[in-house]
Antibody
């Protein structure tokens, strides 16, 4: 069974860079798309972007200028960096696997990141 | 910018049937948007229910079904159970690799 686990600092200072890693177990990171999705407290889900295991990426246009995703196939991990964060970036961040760019199949449990000065 | 619309809330009686919809602020949803549906119980991560309009994800009971109804994508739950009480989100593929979530529907079973 494929499992995904997010990890990273739970508190980030305003204007700094949020960094999260998703570790994939029970399957290879190769041949799939890997996504990040976030959910501000009490609000809905927002797609951040995805990365194919080869390194090609596609980002939400509203976040594109601040987002970088990367993959480390040797560690079966992929990562998210979001720079110049503000309180509006406070959210639970989920990583997810996608069979295609059009939908998700497996999800991580989510990691809460709070942005505060 | 196109917005994906969902009913903010819905209620259903135990054993009843409910249909949640997913539309566009401008235009009609078709299979070309590859609509997918996700269930998020309170305090939990989302779970994939339906993809490519009407394909159930592995392990999803056949009480859940997807379709296109008129100009919207639809998720129908038959024989509603207490643990179906969750938030339900649709996702549409907008082309050029862009995905957009709907605002979600909070389903109450009572």
């Amino acid at each position: 069974q494929v499992q995904l686990q997010e990890s990273g600092p739970g508190l980030v200072k305003t204007s700094e860079t949020l960094s999260l890693t998703c570790t994939v177990s029970g399957g290879s990171i190769s041949s799939y798309y890997w996504s990040w999705i976030r959910q501000p407290p009490g609000q809905g889900l927002e797609w951040i972007g995805y990365m194919y295991y080869t390194g090609s990426t596609n980002y939400n246009p509203s976040l594109k200028s601040r987002v970088t995703m990367s993959v480390d196939t040797s560690k079966n991990q992929f990562s998210l960096k979001l720079n110049s964060v503000t309180a509006a970036d406070t959210a639970v961040y989920f990583c997810a696997r996608a069979q295609s760019p059009k939908r998700f199949d497996y999800w991580g449990q989510g990691a809460l990141v709070t942005v505060s000065s | 910018q196109t917005v994906v619309t969902q009913e903010p809330s819905f209620s259903v009686s135990p054993g009843g049937t409910v249909t949640l919809t997913c539309g566009l602020s401008s235009g009609s949803v078709s299979t070309s948007y590859y609509p997918s549906w996700y269930q998020q119980p309170p305090g939990q991560a989302p779970r994939t229910l339906i993809y490519t309009t009407n394909t159930r994800s592995s392990g999803v009971p056949d009480r859940f079904s997807g379709s296109i109804l008129g100009n919207k994508a639809a998720l129908t739950i038959t024989g509603a159970q207490a643990d179906d009480e969750s938030d339900y989100y649709c996702v549409l593929y907008m082309g050029s690799g862009i995905l957009v979530f709907g605002g979600g529907t909070k389903l109450t079973v009572l």
